[in-house]
């Protein structure tokens, strides 16, 4: 699983930390990080964060 966010779109709100914060964490200037490859185990988070995100800004590709 890759997870790929269009950080053009992408602005900062935060939710998919809540949803996935194994995935997704907002670094000290609050801007978003994440790890692009996360185990296969936390794909039902990465997809909820996927849906909450208000600009849709993340993809999942196998």
Same mark, same amino acid.
């Given at each position: 699983m890759k997870v790929v966010?269009?950080?053009?779109?992408? %602005?900062?709100?935060? %939710?998919c930390v809540f949803a996935a914060p194994d995935v997704f964490q907002l670094d000290d200037a609050g801007h978003l990080a994440y790890v692009a490859e996360p185990d296969e185990s936390l794909r039902a988070d990465v997809e909820d964060a996927a849906d909450v995100c208000p600009l849709q800004a993340i993809t999942i590709e196998d």
């Open positions: 966010v269009d950080m053009n779109k992408c %602005q900062d709100h935060g %939710q």
